[in-house]
Protein backbone atom coordinates (compact mmCIF):
# COMPACT_ATOMS: atom_id res chain seq x y z
CA UNK A 1 0.00 0.00 0.00
CA UNK A 2 2.71 2.17 1.18
CA UNK A 3 4.50 2.04 -2.00
CA UNK A 4 7.21 4.52 -2.49
CA UNK A 5 7.13 6.96 -5.24
CA UNK A 6 10.40 7.42 -7.03
CA UNK A 7 11.97 10.85 -6.38
CA UNK A 8 11.62 11.50 -10.35
CA UNK A 9 8.00 11.32 -10.12
CA UNK A 10 7.34 12.98 -7.29
CA UNK A 11 5.59 16.26 -7.66
CA UNK A 12 8.34 17.56 -5.19
CA UNK A 13 10.87 16.98 -8.15
CA UNK A 14 8.56 17.82 -10.85
CA UNK A 15 7.44 21.31 -9.50
CA UNK A 16 11.12 23.22 -8.77
CA UNK A 17 11.85 21.70 -12.69
CA UNK A 18 9.35 22.80 -14.15
CA UNK A 19 10.04 26.18 -12.68
CA UNK A 20 13.78 25.67 -13.80
CA UNK A 21 12.90 24.63 -17.49
CA UNK A 22 10.56 28.03 -17.31
CA UNK A 23 12.71 29.70 -16.72
CA UNK A 24 15.52 28.67 -18.45
CA UNK A 25 13.44 28.74 -21.82
CA UNK A 26 12.58 32.76 -20.60
CA UNK A 27 16.16 33.31 -19.81
CA UNK A 28 17.36 31.97 -23.28
CA UNK A 29 15.14 33.70 -25.30
CA UNK A 30 15.62 37.12 -23.26
CA UNK A 31 19.11 36.97 -23.50
CA UNK A 32 19.54 36.01 -26.91
CA UNK A 33 17.20 38.76 -27.80
CA UNK A 34 18.85 41.07 -25.25
CA UNK A 35 22.42 40.56 -25.79
CA UNK A 36 22.20 40.57 -29.60
CA UNK A 37 20.21 44.17 -29.53
CA UNK A 38 22.94 45.31 -27.38
CA UNK A 39 25.32 44.00 -29.43
CA UNK A 40 24.30 45.59 -32.97
CA UNK A 41 23.19 48.72 -31.04
CA UNK A 42 26.71 49.28 -29.34
CA UNK A 43 28.78 48.27 -32.44
CA UNK A 44 27.03 50.85 -34.46
CA UNK A 45 27.39 53.52 -31.89
CA UNK A 46 31.05 52.92 -31.77
CA UNK A 47 30.94 52.66 -35.93
CA UNK A 48 29.14 56.22 -36.10
CA UNK A 49 31.36 57.88 -33.12
CA UNK A 50 34.15 56.89 -35.11
CA UNK A 51 32.77 58.25 -38.70
CA UNK A 52 32.17 61.04 -36.55
CA UNK A 53 35.99 61.60 -35.78
CA UNK A 54 36.92 60.35 -39.19
CA UNK A 55 34.59 63.06 -40.60
CA UNK A 56 36.30 65.68 -38.36
CA UNK A 57 39.76 65.04 -39.51
CA UNK A 58 38.85 65.17 -43.02
CA UNK A 59 37.94 68.16 -42.67
CA UNK A 60 40.73 69.15 -40.66
CA UNK A 61 43.27 67.75 -43.40
CA UNK A 62 40.79 69.11 -45.96
CA UNK A 63 42.49 72.67 -46.56
CA UNK A 64 46.40 71.31 -46.33
CA UNK A 65 45.95 69.13 -48.81
CA UNK A 66 44.87 71.53 -51.05
CA UNK A 67 48.06 73.17 -49.95
CA UNK A 68 50.36 72.30 -52.78
CA UNK A 69 53.41 72.90 -50.54
CA UNK A 70 55.15 68.97 -50.77
CA UNK A 71 57.57 69.68 -47.60
CA UNK A 72 55.14 72.18 -45.91
CA UNK A 73 52.12 69.72 -46.40
CA UNK A 74 54.31 66.32 -44.64
CA UNK A 75 54.98 68.76 -41.35
CA UNK A 76 51.22 69.86 -41.43
CA UNK A 77 49.60 66.16 -41.67
CA UNK A 78 51.89 65.30 -39.10
CA UNK A 79 50.73 68.45 -36.85
CA UNK A 80 47.14 67.68 -37.49
CA UNK A 81 47.45 63.90 -37.05
CA UNK A 82 49.58 63.91 -33.75
CA UNK A 83 46.96 66.84 -32.29
CA UNK A 84 44.69 64.37 -33.27
CA UNK A 85 43.53 62.33 -30.51
CA UNK A 86 40.76 60.34 -29.32
CA UNK A 87 39.54 57.24 -27.09
CA UNK A 88 40.13 54.16 -28.55
CA UNK A 89 41.93 55.49 -32.05
CA UNK A 90 44.84 53.16 -32.53
CA UNK A 91 46.36 54.33 -35.73
CA UNK A 92 45.70 57.00 -38.27
CA UNK A 93 47.46 57.44 -41.73
CA UNK A 94 46.75 60.03 -44.52
CA UNK A 95 47.95 58.80 -48.27
CA UNK A 96 47.79 61.45 -51.08
CA UNK A 97 45.60 61.02 -53.89
CA UNK A 98 48.29 58.12 -55.50
CA UNK A 99 48.63 56.94 -52.37
CA UNK A 100 51.97 57.88 -50.90
CA UNK A 101 52.03 58.42 -47.28
CA UNK A 102 51.48 62.04 -46.33
CA UNK A 103 51.26 61.55 -42.33
CA UNK A 104 51.08 59.17 -39.84
CA UNK A 105 50.49 59.01 -36.05
CA UNK A 106 52.90 56.35 -34.80
CA UNK A 107 56.32 57.70 -34.41
CA UNK A 108 57.69 54.42 -34.71
CA UNK A 109 56.27 54.17 -38.34
CA UNK A 110 57.69 57.44 -39.61
CA UNK A 111 59.68 55.98 -42.04
CA UNK A 112 56.98 55.11 -44.04
CA UNK A 113 56.16 58.70 -44.88
CA UNK A 114 56.53 59.46 -48.69
CA UNK A 115 56.45 55.54 -49.64
CA UNK A 116 53.45 54.33 -51.22
CA UNK A 117 51.30 52.48 -48.82
CA UNK A 118 51.05 48.70 -49.31
CA UNK A 119 47.50 48.36 -47.56
CA UNK A 120 45.07 47.39 -50.00
CA UNK A 121 42.15 49.04 -48.89
CA UNK A 122 43.60 52.37 -49.56
CA UNK A 123 44.44 51.27 -53.56
CA UNK A 124 40.89 50.04 -53.57
CA UNK A 125 39.11 52.89 -52.08
CA UNK A 126 41.40 55.31 -54.39
CA UNK A 127 39.93 53.31 -57.27
CA UNK A 128 36.79 52.92 -56.40
CA UNK A 129 36.37 56.38 -55.05
CA UNK A 130 34.21 55.47 -52.37
CA UNK A 131 34.73 55.06 -48.55
CA UNK A 132 34.91 51.78 -46.73
CA UNK A 133 34.82 50.41 -43.30
CA UNK A 134 35.06 46.99 -41.29
CA UNK A 135 35.99 45.29 -38.37
CA UNK A 136 39.22 42.70 -38.41
CA UNK A 137 41.58 40.95 -35.61
CA UNK A 138 44.58 42.48 -35.57
CA UNK A 139 47.59 39.60 -35.65
CA UNK A 140 50.11 41.51 -33.20
CA UNK A 141 47.81 42.38 -30.08
CA UNK A 142 44.72 40.00 -31.24
CA UNK A 143 42.54 42.57 -30.98
CA UNK A 144 39.28 43.67 -32.93
CA UNK A 145 40.14 46.56 -34.62
CA UNK A 146 37.69 49.32 -36.78
CA UNK A 147 39.25 50.20 -39.75
CA UNK A 148 37.90 53.32 -41.68
CA UNK A 149 39.40 54.07 -45.40
CA UNK A 150 37.62 57.12 -46.22
CA UNK A 151 38.88 59.41 -49.05
CA UNK A 152 39.07 62.74 -48.64
CA UNK A 153 37.90 65.35 -51.90
CA UNK A 154 38.78 69.45 -52.20
CA UNK A 155 36.46 71.92 -50.65
CA UNK A 156 36.62 73.47 -54.23
CA UNK A 157 33.71 73.33 -56.68
CA UNK A 158 35.61 70.41 -58.68
CA UNK A 159 35.48 68.14 -55.55
CA UNK A 160 38.23 65.81 -56.67
CA UNK A 161 40.23 63.10 -54.78
CA UNK A 162 42.93 64.61 -52.93
CA UNK A 163 43.82 62.29 -50.68
CA UNK A 164 42.73 58.85 -48.20
CA UNK A 165 42.41 58.65 -44.68
CA UNK A 166 43.38 55.77 -42.70
CA UNK A 167 41.84 55.17 -39.37
CA UNK A 168 41.86 52.25 -36.91
CA UNK A 169 40.09 52.29 -33.60
CA UNK A 170 40.31 49.90 -31.15
CA UNK A 171 36.37 48.32 -30.99
CA UNK A 172 37.58 45.49 -27.99
CA UNK A 173 36.84 47.56 -25.45
CA UNK A 174 32.95 47.36 -26.90
CA UNK A 175 33.51 43.76 -26.89
CA UNK A 176 34.75 43.67 -23.32
CA UNK A 177 31.79 46.07 -22.12
CA UNK A 178 29.44 43.68 -24.11
CA UNK A 179 30.85 40.02 -22.52
CA UNK A 180 30.96 42.18 -18.78
CA UNK A 181 27.20 42.67 -19.51
CA UNK A 182 26.53 39.63 -20.28
CA UNK A 183 28.03 38.33 -17.36
CA UNK A 184 26.23 40.62 -15.09
CA UNK A 185 23.24 39.01 -16.72
CA UNK A 186 24.29 35.12 -16.32
CA UNK A 187 25.37 36.08 -13.13
CA UNK A 188 21.64 37.75 -12.57
CA UNK A 189 20.53 34.57 -14.22
CA UNK A 190 22.39 32.24 -11.48
CA UNK A 191 21.07 34.25 -8.99
CA UNK A 192 17.55 33.72 -10.25
CA UNK A 193 17.72 30.10 -10.62
CA UNK A 194 18.94 29.77 -7.63
CA UNK A 195 15.88 31.91 -6.08
CA UNK A 196 13.61 29.78 -8.48
CA UNK A 197 14.77 26.79 -7.05
CA UNK A 198 14.62 27.73 -3.11
CA UNK A 199 11.14 29.31 -4.39
CA UNK A 200 10.10 25.91 -6.04
CA UNK A 201 10.93 23.88 -3.81
CA UNK A 202 9.08 25.88 -0.64
CA UNK A 203 5.77 25.98 -3.24
CA UNK A 204 6.04 22.40 -3.76
CA UNK A 205 6.89 21.30 -0.21
CA UNK A 206 3.71 23.42 0.48
CA UNK A 207 1.76 21.59 -2.02
CA UNK A 208 3.31 17.70 -1.30
CA UNK A 209 3.32 18.17 2.09
CA UNK A 210 -0.62 18.40 2.56
CA UNK A 211 -0.58 15.47 -0.09
CA UNK A 212 1.13 12.66 1.48
CA UNK A 213 -0.50 13.25 4.59
CA UNK A 214 -3.54 12.88 3.00
CA UNK A 215 -1.86 10.10 1.14
CA UNK A 216 -1.01 8.47 4.32
CA UNK A 217 -4.28 8.87 5.83
CA UNK A 218 -5.75 7.11 3.18
CA UNK A 219 -3.52 4.54 3.68
CA UNK A 220 -4.44 4.39 6.92
CA UNK A 221 -8.38 4.37 6.45
CA UNK A 222 -7.70 1.34 3.84
CA UNK A 223 -5.54 -0.30 6.68
CA UNK A 224 -8.91 0.36 9.10
CA UNK A 225 -6.91 2.96 11.44
CA UNK A 226 -9.08 6.09 11.37
CA UNK A 227 -7.81 7.58 14.74
CA UNK A 228 -5.42 9.85 12.51
CA UNK A 229 -6.62 13.19 10.91
CA UNK A 230 -5.17 15.34 8.33
CA UNK A 231 -4.08 18.90 8.82
CA UNK A 232 -6.37 21.30 7.02
CA UNK A 233 -3.34 24.13 6.20
CA UNK A 234 -5.53 26.17 4.05
CA UNK A 235 -8.98 27.11 2.33
CA UNK A 236 -8.02 25.92 -0.90
CA UNK A 237 -8.96 22.79 -3.03
CA UNK A 238 -6.02 20.87 -0.89
CA UNK A 239 -7.63 21.86 2.03
CA UNK A 240 -11.12 20.99 1.18
CA UNK A 241 -10.11 17.83 0.08
CA UNK A 242 -8.10 17.37 3.54
CA UNK A 243 -11.38 18.35 4.73
CA UNK A 244 -13.08 15.83 2.82
CA UNK A 245 -10.86 12.87 3.73
CA UNK A 246 -11.36 13.97 7.37
CA UNK A 247 -15.17 14.00 6.35
CA UNK A 248 -14.75 10.29 5.07
CA UNK A 249 -12.65 9.08 7.70
CA UNK A 250 -14.95 9.45 10.26
CA UNK A 251 -18.21 7.97 8.10
CA UNK A 252 -15.93 5.47 6.59
CA UNK A 253 -15.41 4.64 11.17
CA UNK A 254 -18.98 4.38 11.33
CA UNK A 255 -20.11 2.38 8.57
CA UNK A 256 -17.18 0.08 10.21
CA UNK A 257 -18.55 0.26 13.48
CA UNK A 258 -22.08 -0.54 12.31
CA UNK A 259 -20.69 -3.52 10.43
CA UNK A 260 -18.74 -5.26 12.64
CA UNK A 261 -21.38 -4.53 15.53
CA UNK A 262 -23.55 -6.16 12.89
CA UNK A 263 -21.66 -9.10 12.34
CA UNK A 264 -20.70 -9.35 16.14
CA UNK A 265 -24.67 -9.44 16.54
CA UNK A 266 -24.89 -12.11 13.93
CA UNK A 267 -22.26 -14.13 15.72
CA UNK A 268 -23.99 -14.19 18.88
CA UNK A 269 -27.08 -14.96 17.16
CA UNK A 270 -25.61 -17.74 15.14
CA UNK A 271 -23.68 -18.83 18.39
CA UNK A 272 -26.92 -19.17 20.58
CA UNK A 273 -28.93 -20.29 18.17
CA UNK A 274 -30.64 -23.88 18.82
CA UNK A 275 -30.80 -24.89 15.04
CA UNK A 276 -27.44 -25.45 13.42
CA UNK A 277 -26.44 -22.79 10.49
CA UNK A 278 -24.40 -23.15 7.53
CA UNK A 279 -23.31 -20.23 5.06
CA UNK A 280 -21.80 -21.48 1.67
CA UNK A 281 -20.45 -18.90 -1.22
CA UNK A 282 -21.55 -19.51 -4.57
CA UNK A 283 -19.26 -22.29 -5.18
CA UNK A 284 -20.75 -24.11 -2.34
CA UNK A 285 -17.92 -24.03 0.16
CA UNK A 286 -18.48 -23.38 3.77
CA UNK A 287 -17.63 -19.79 4.87
CA UNK A 288 -19.94 -19.59 7.93
CA UNK A 289 -20.50 -22.27 10.37
CA UNK A 290 -21.76 -22.24 13.81
CA UNK A 291 -21.28 -24.49 16.77
CA UNK A 292 -24.64 -25.85 16.61
CA UNK A 293 -24.12 -27.29 12.99
CA UNK A 294 -20.32 -28.22 14.15
CA UNK A 295 -22.28 -30.26 16.89
CA UNK A 296 -25.11 -31.88 14.91
CA UNK A 297 -22.22 -33.07 11.96
CA UNK A 298 -19.87 -33.72 14.29
CA UNK A 299 -17.25 -31.83 12.37
CA UNK A 300 -14.79 -28.70 13.50
CA UNK A 301 -14.65 -25.54 12.22
CA UNK A 302 -11.47 -26.25 10.41
CA UNK A 303 -12.85 -29.27 8.52
CA UNK A 304 -15.51 -27.78 7.43
CA UNK A 305 -14.57 -24.28 6.37
CA UNK A 306 -13.86 -24.59 2.76
CA UNK A 307 -15.63 -27.51 2.62
CA UNK A 308 -18.23 -27.95 -0.15
CA UNK A 309 -21.35 -28.25 1.52
CA UNK A 310 -22.94 -31.47 -0.38
CA UNK A 311 -19.69 -33.63 1.16
CA UNK A 312 -20.50 -32.50 4.34
CA UNK A 313 -24.25 -33.05 4.38
CA UNK A 314 -22.76 -36.42 2.60
CA UNK A 315 -26.13 -35.09 -0.33
CA UNK A 316 -23.47 -36.24 -3.29
CA UNK A 317 -25.93 -38.50 -4.50
CA UNK A 318 -29.08 -37.31 -4.30
CA UNK A 319 -28.84 -33.52 -5.68
CA UNK A 320 -26.56 -31.92 -7.61
CA UNK A 321 -25.02 -28.74 -6.12
CA UNK A 322 -27.39 -26.79 -9.01
CA UNK A 323 -30.34 -28.22 -8.12
CA UNK A 324 -29.98 -26.84 -4.46
CA UNK A 325 -30.00 -23.29 -5.99
CA UNK A 326 -32.39 -23.12 -8.30
CA UNK A 327 -34.67 -25.14 -5.24
CA UNK A 328 -36.11 -21.62 -4.72
CA UNK A 329 -38.27 -22.83 -2.05
CA UNK A 330 -37.45 -24.46 1.20
CA UNK A 331 -36.44 -27.81 1.08
CA UNK A 332 -36.25 -30.60 3.98
CA UNK A 333 -34.14 -33.68 3.42
CA UNK A 334 -33.13 -36.07 6.12
CA UNK A 335 -29.56 -35.92 6.41
CA UNK A 336 -27.56 -39.21 8.00
CA UNK A 337 -25.08 -38.68 10.11
CA UNK A 338 -22.46 -41.12 11.39
CA UNK A 339 -24.96 -41.46 14.24
CA UNK A 340 -27.98 -43.32 12.80
CA UNK A 341 -30.34 -42.10 15.48
CA UNK A 342 -29.80 -38.55 14.70
CA UNK A 343 -31.98 -37.26 11.86
CA UNK A 344 -31.69 -33.94 10.58
CA UNK A 345 -33.55 -31.60 8.76
CA UNK A 346 -32.00 -29.02 6.77
CA UNK A 347 -34.07 -26.09 5.16
CA UNK A 348 -31.97 -24.27 2.39
CA UNK A 349 -32.38 -20.71 1.08
CA UNK A 350 -30.39 -19.21 -1.60
CA UNK A 351 -28.94 -15.59 -1.01
CA UNK A 352 -29.74 -13.61 -4.29
CA UNK A 353 -28.98 -10.40 -4.91
CA UNK A 354 -31.63 -7.73 -6.18
CA UNK A 355 -29.73 -8.03 -9.62
CA UNK A 356 -30.32 -12.03 -9.56
CA UNK A 357 -26.81 -12.80 -9.06
CA UNK A 358 -26.45 -15.69 -6.47
CA UNK A 359 -24.11 -14.77 -3.67
CA UNK A 360 -24.35 -17.99 -1.95
CA UNK A 361 -26.84 -20.80 -0.20
CA UNK A 362 -28.14 -20.37 3.78
CA UNK A 363 -28.92 -24.07 5.37
CA UNK A 364 -30.84 -24.70 8.71
CA UNK A 365 -30.22 -27.47 10.00
CA UNK A 366 -32.74 -28.98 13.08
CA UNK A 367 -32.53 -31.97 14.48
CA UNK A 368 -35.89 -33.77 14.50
CA UNK A 369 -34.99 -37.04 16.02
CA UNK A 370 -36.97 -36.67 19.06
CA UNK A 371 -39.87 -35.24 17.01
CA UNK A 372 -39.36 -38.29 14.64
CA UNK A 373 -39.52 -40.68 17.09
CA UNK A 374 -43.02 -39.46 18.87
CA UNK A 375 -44.18 -39.51 15.21
CA UNK A 376 -43.29 -42.76 15.15
CA UNK A 377 -44.18 -44.22 18.03
CA UNK A 378 -47.77 -42.73 17.64
CA UNK A 379 -47.89 -44.14 14.41
CA UNK A 380 -47.45 -47.83 15.91
CA UNK A 381 -49.57 -47.04 18.48
CA UNK A 382 -52.16 -46.34 16.63
CA UNK A 383 -51.65 -49.34 14.53
CA UNK A 384 -50.56 -51.17 17.54
CA UNK A 385 -54.39 -50.64 19.21
CA UNK A 386 -55.98 -50.94 16.48
CA UNK A 387 -54.59 -54.37 16.01
CA UNK A 388 -54.84 -55.69 19.03
CA UNK A 389 -58.59 -54.60 19.12
CA UNK A 390 -59.03 -55.85 15.99
CA UNK A 391 -58.02 -59.86 16.74
CA UNK A 392 -60.58 -60.53 19.87
CA UNK A 393 -63.24 -58.62 18.15
CA UNK A 394 -62.94 -60.50 14.63
CA UNK A 395 -63.21 -63.94 17.08
CA UNK A 396 -65.73 -62.32 18.62
CA UNK A 397 -68.09 -61.62 16.02
CA UNK A 398 -67.28 -64.63 13.91
CA UNK A 399 -68.18 -67.04 17.17
CA UNK A 400 -71.13 -64.50 17.40
CA UNK A 401 -72.38 -65.17 13.90
CA UNK A 402 -71.93 -69.20 14.26
CA UNK A 403 -74.17 -68.83 16.97
CA UNK A 404 -76.67 -66.65 15.19
CA UNK A 405 -76.27 -69.33 12.49
CA UNK A 406 -77.60 -71.96 14.95
CA UNK A 407 -74.94 -72.85 16.68
CA UNK A 408 -76.71 -71.47 19.74
CA UNK A 409 -79.23 -74.38 19.87
CA UNK A 410 -76.00 -76.66 20.25
CA UNK A 411 -75.63 -77.71 23.86
CA UNK A 412 -72.17 -78.45 24.06
CA UNK A 413 -70.97 -76.06 21.00
CA UNK A 414 -73.04 -72.99 22.55
CA UNK A 415 -71.19 -72.39 26.19
CA UNK A 416 -68.02 -72.97 24.70
CA UNK A 417 -68.11 -70.38 21.83
CA UNK A 418 -69.83 -68.04 24.78
CA UNK A 419 -66.84 -68.91 27.25
CA UNK A 420 -64.43 -67.72 24.23
CA UNK A 421 -66.93 -65.04 23.46
CA UNK A 422 -66.54 -63.95 27.26
CA UNK A 423 -62.92 -64.37 27.67
CA UNK A 424 -62.33 -61.96 24.43
CA UNK A 425 -64.21 -59.53 26.08
CA UNK A 426 -62.30 -59.83 28.86
CA UNK A 427 -59.20 -59.41 26.91
CA UNK A 428 -60.32 -56.40 25.68
CA UNK A 429 -61.46 -54.72 28.57
CA UNK A 430 -58.20 -55.13 30.34
CA UNK A 431 -56.13 -53.75 27.32
CA UNK A 432 -58.66 -50.66 27.73
CA UNK A 433 -58.08 -50.26 30.91
CA UNK A 434 -54.30 -50.78 30.62
CA UNK A 435 -54.68 -48.14 27.84
CA UNK A 436 -56.36 -45.80 29.98
CA UNK A 437 -54.34 -46.05 33.34
CA UNK A 438 -51.21 -45.44 30.85
CA UNK A 439 -53.00 -42.26 29.21
CA UNK A 440 -53.51 -40.94 32.42
CA UNK A 441 -50.24 -41.60 33.65
CA UNK A 442 -49.08 -39.48 30.10
CA UNK A 443 -51.41 -36.55 31.02
CA UNK A 444 -49.37 -36.67 34.49
CA UNK A 445 -53.04 -37.13 35.89
CA UNK A 446 -52.68 -40.41 37.49
CA UNK A 447 -51.89 -39.20 41.40
CA UNK A 448 -50.28 -41.96 43.68
CA UNK A 449 -52.14 -42.69 47.08
CA UNK A 450 -48.71 -43.14 48.75
CA UNK A 451 -48.54 -44.71 52.72
CA UNK A 452 -45.70 -46.01 54.38
CA UNK A 453 -45.33 -49.81 54.09
CA UNK A 454 -42.97 -52.83 54.53
CA UNK A 455 -41.99 -53.70 51.22
CA UNK A 456 -40.88 -57.21 53.66
CA UNK A 457 -44.25 -57.69 54.08
CA UNK A 458 -45.97 -56.49 51.24
CA UNK A 459 -43.53 -59.03 48.40
CA UNK A 460 -43.96 -61.76 51.02
CA UNK A 461 -47.67 -61.66 50.76
CA UNK A 462 -47.99 -61.51 46.77
CA UNK A 463 -45.50 -64.81 46.70
CA UNK A 464 -47.84 -66.42 49.30
CA UNK A 465 -50.83 -65.59 46.91
CA UNK A 466 -48.88 -66.86 43.93
CA UNK A 467 -47.79 -70.17 45.73
CA UNK A 468 -51.23 -70.90 46.47
CA UNK A 469 -52.02 -70.45 42.21
CA UNK A 470 -49.39 -72.71 41.75
CA UNK A 471 -50.76 -75.07 43.86
CA UNK A 472 -54.00 -75.10 41.70
CA UNK A 473 -55.65 -77.65 39.12
CA UNK A 474 -54.21 -75.93 36.66
CA UNK A 475 -50.15 -75.60 37.49
CA UNK A 476 -50.33 -78.90 39.39
CA UNK A 477 -48.43 -81.04 36.73
CA UNK A 478 -45.79 -78.52 36.31
CA UNK A 479 -42.80 -77.87 38.86
CA UNK A 480 -42.94 -74.55 39.62
CA UNK A 481 -41.12 -73.26 43.14
CA UNK A 482 -40.56 -69.97 44.42
CA UNK A 483 -37.78 -69.25 46.51
CA UNK A 484 -37.74 -65.84 48.54
CA UNK A 485 -34.44 -64.42 49.44
CA UNK A 486 -35.01 -60.95 51.56
CA UNK A 487 -33.05 -58.87 53.72
CA UNK A 488 -33.50 -59.58 57.72
CA UNK A 489 -34.25 -55.83 57.75
CA UNK A 490 -37.88 -54.42 57.62
CA UNK A 491 -37.42 -51.93 55.10
CA UNK A 492 -40.50 -48.95 54.96
CA UNK A 493 -40.86 -47.34 51.95
CA UNK A 494 -43.42 -44.92 50.60
CA UNK A 495 -45.25 -46.18 47.85
CA UNK A 496 -49.03 -46.58 46.50
CA UNK A 497 -49.79 -50.41 47.43
CA UNK A 498 -52.21 -50.96 44.86
CA UNK A 499 -50.55 -49.98 41.55
CA UNK A 500 -47.11 -51.31 43.48
CA UNK A 501 -48.79 -55.00 43.68
CA UNK A 502 -50.04 -54.43 40.03
CA UNK A 503 -46.14 -54.36 39.05
CA UNK A 504 -45.26 -57.44 41.10
CA UNK A 505 -48.26 -59.16 40.14
CA UNK A 506 -47.45 -58.39 36.70
CA UNK A 507 -43.73 -59.53 36.69
CA UNK A 508 -44.58 -62.71 38.22
CA UNK A 509 -46.89 -63.66 36.15
CA UNK A 510 -44.63 -62.99 33.35
CA UNK A 511 -42.29 -65.20 34.70
CA UNK A 512 -44.87 -67.95 35.33
CA UNK A 513 -46.22 -67.34 31.84
CA UNK A 514 -42.95 -67.37 29.89
CA UNK A 515 -41.74 -70.50 32.14
CA UNK A 516 -43.84 -73.20 30.08
CA UNK A 517 -41.85 -75.97 31.72
CA UNK A 518 -41.48 -74.72 34.83
CA UNK A 519 -38.73 -73.93 37.03
CA UNK A 520 -37.30 -71.91 39.96
CA UNK A 521 -38.44 -68.49 40.65
CA UNK A 522 -36.16 -66.70 43.00
CA UNK A 523 -37.31 -63.28 44.90
CA UNK A 524 -34.96 -60.89 46.26
CA UNK A 525 -34.88 -58.08 48.01
CA UNK A 526 -32.11 -55.94 48.87
CA UNK A 527 -30.97 -52.98 50.30
CA UNK A 528 -28.07 -50.34 49.07
CA UNK A 529 -27.31 -47.47 50.74
CA UNK A 530 -29.94 -45.25 49.20
CA UNK A 531 -32.05 -47.73 47.85
CA UNK A 532 -33.88 -50.61 48.34
CA UNK A 533 -33.81 -53.49 45.11
CA UNK A 534 -36.51 -56.21 44.08
CA UNK A 535 -35.74 -58.91 41.61
CA UNK A 536 -37.58 -61.66 40.19
CA UNK A 537 -35.69 -64.58 38.24
CA UNK A 538 -37.54 -67.38 36.23
CA UNK A 539 -35.85 -70.35 34.44
CA UNK A 540 -37.79 -69.48 31.51
CA UNK A 541 -37.21 -68.60 28.15
CA UNK A 542 -35.71 -65.93 28.01
CA UNK A 543 -35.70 -62.42 26.01
CA UNK A 544 -33.90 -62.53 22.91
CA UNK A 545 -30.74 -59.54 23.22
CA UNK A 546 -32.07 -57.30 20.33
CA UNK A 547 -35.95 -57.68 22.49
CA UNK A 548 -34.08 -56.40 25.69
CA UNK A 549 -34.25 -52.70 25.18
CA UNK A 550 -37.79 -53.13 23.81
CA UNK A 551 -39.56 -55.66 26.15
CA UNK A 552 -41.42 -52.34 28.26
CA UNK A 553 -42.56 -50.35 25.12
CA UNK A 554 -45.88 -50.47 24.54
CA UNK A 555 -47.50 -53.30 22.66
CA UNK A 556 -43.88 -55.30 22.55
CA UNK A 557 -43.93 -58.69 22.42
CA UNK A 558 -40.72 -60.74 21.89
CA UNK A 559 -43.57 -63.79 19.90
CA UNK A 560 -46.71 -62.44 19.48
CA UNK A 561 -48.55 -65.01 18.70
CA UNK A 562 -47.53 -67.07 21.68
CA UNK A 563 -47.91 -63.98 24.26
CA UNK A 564 -51.22 -63.13 22.44
CA UNK A 565 -52.45 -66.68 23.17
CA UNK A 566 -51.29 -66.24 26.85
CA UNK A 567 -54.12 -63.16 27.19
CA UNK A 568 -51.60 -60.63 27.47
CA UNK A 569 -52.25 -57.41 26.00
CA UNK A 570 -48.41 -56.01 25.50
CA UNK A 571 -49.02 -53.42 28.14
CA UNK A 572 -47.79 -54.66 31.12
CA UNK A 573 -44.46 -53.76 31.31
CA UNK A 574 -45.08 -50.67 29.98
CA UNK A 575 -47.46 -49.91 32.59
CA UNK A 576 -45.00 -51.01 34.99
CA UNK A 577 -42.12 -48.78 34.12
CA UNK A 578 -44.38 -46.23 34.53
CA UNK A 579 -45.66 -47.06 37.82
CA UNK A 580 -41.88 -47.34 39.31
CA UNK A 581 -40.90 -44.12 37.34
CA UNK A 582 -44.28 -42.63 39.05
CA UNK A 583 -42.46 -43.85 42.98
CA UNK A 584 -38.94 -42.34 41.28
CA UNK A 585 -37.90 -45.79 40.86
CA UNK A 586 -36.13 -47.66 37.87
CA UNK A 587 -37.04 -51.01 35.99
CA UNK A 588 -34.72 -52.89 34.04
CA UNK A 589 -34.00 -56.13 33.22
CA UNK A 590 -31.30 -58.76 32.14
CA UNK A 591 -31.88 -61.90 30.64
CA UNK A 592 -30.21 -64.75 28.37
CA UNK A 593 -32.27 -66.49 26.04
CA UNK A 594 -32.86 -69.99 27.19
CA UNK A 595 -31.73 -69.62 30.22
CA UNK A 596 -34.29 -66.97 31.78
CA UNK A 597 -34.84 -63.87 32.90
CA UNK A 598 -34.02 -61.15 35.98
CA UNK A 599 -36.44 -58.22 36.16
CA UNK A 600 -34.61 -55.68 38.69
CA UNK A 601 -37.28 -52.97 40.53
CA UNK A 602 -35.44 -50.37 42.68
CA UNK A 603 -36.94 -48.20 44.53
CA UNK A 604 -35.35 -44.73 46.49
CA UNK A 605 -34.56 -45.14 49.84
CA UNK A 606 -33.64 -43.24 53.23
CA UNK A 607 -33.26 -45.71 56.14
CA UNK A 608 -34.84 -44.64 59.27
CA UNK A 609 -32.74 -44.96 62.42
CA UNK A 610 -34.70 -46.79 65.03
CA UNK A 611 -35.74 -43.78 67.02
CA UNK A 612 -37.37 -42.59 63.99
CA UNK A 613 -39.36 -45.83 63.20
CA UNK A 614 -40.96 -46.43 67.00
CA UNK A 615 -40.69 -42.46 67.82
P1 LIG B 1 -47.54 -59.36 27.76
O1 LIG B 1 -48.91 -58.99 28.17
O2 LIG B 1 -47.43 -59.72 26.33
O3 LIG B 1 -46.89 -60.29 28.70
P2 LIG B 1 -45.69 -57.51 28.90
O4 LIG B 1 -45.56 -56.05 28.70
O5 LIG B 1 -45.94 -57.97 30.25
O6 LIG B 1 -46.78 -57.99 27.86
O7 LIG B 1 -44.40 -58.19 28.34
C1 LIG B 1 -43.87 -57.79 27.11
C2 LIG B 1 -43.07 -58.89 26.46
O8 LIG B 1 -41.88 -59.14 27.19
C3 LIG B 1 -43.75 -60.22 26.48
O9 LIG B 1 -44.61 -60.34 25.37
C4 LIG B 1 -42.61 -61.20 26.42
O10 LIG B 1 -42.25 -61.42 25.09
C5 LIG B 1 -41.50 -60.47 27.14
N1 LIG B 1 -41.37 -60.97 28.53
C6 LIG B 1 -41.85 -60.36 29.66
N2 LIG B 1 -41.48 -61.05 30.76
C7 LIG B 1 -40.73 -62.10 30.33
C8 LIG B 1 -40.05 -63.17 31.01
N3 LIG B 1 -40.08 -63.29 32.31
N4 LIG B 1 -39.38 -64.05 30.21
C9 LIG B 1 -39.35 -63.94 28.89
N5 LIG B 1 -39.95 -62.95 28.21
C10 LIG B 1 -40.67 -62.06 28.94
Redesign the pocket.
Known sequence: MNKKIRLVHSIHFKIPMLFILLLLVSLQLIGAYFIRELETKMISNFDSQMSLNAGFLEKTLQPTLMDDDAEQLEVSVQTILSDFTGANILETQVMDEQGYIIGINDQTLQSLIGTKSTDRDVQQVILLDAPSSYQYVKEDTNSRVLKIISPIYSTDNTGTLIGVLVMESNIESVYSQMSQTVSIFLNASVVAIIITIVLAVIISRGLTRPISEMRRQTANIADGDYSGKVTVYGADELGELAETINDLSYKVKDAQETTESERQRLDSVLRHMTDGVLATDRRGKIIIINSRAMDLLSISQDRAIGQSIMKVLKLGEKFTFRQLLETQDELILNIPTDDQDTILRGEFSVIQRESGFISGLVCVLSDITEQEKVEQERRSFVSNVSHELRTPLTSVKSYTESLIDGAWEDKEIAPEFLKVISTETDRMIRMITDLLNLSRMDQGKQELNLEFVSINELVAHIIDRFEMVLKSEQYRNKKYKIERDFTQRTLWVEIDQDKFIQVID?IMN??I??SPDGGKITCRLMETHNSIVISIT?E????PRKDIGH?FDRF????KAR?RSMG???????ISKEVVQLHGGKIWVT?VENKG?T?FISLPYIPMDEEDEWG
Open positions: NNAKYDGLGIVYRVDAGTGLGLASSF
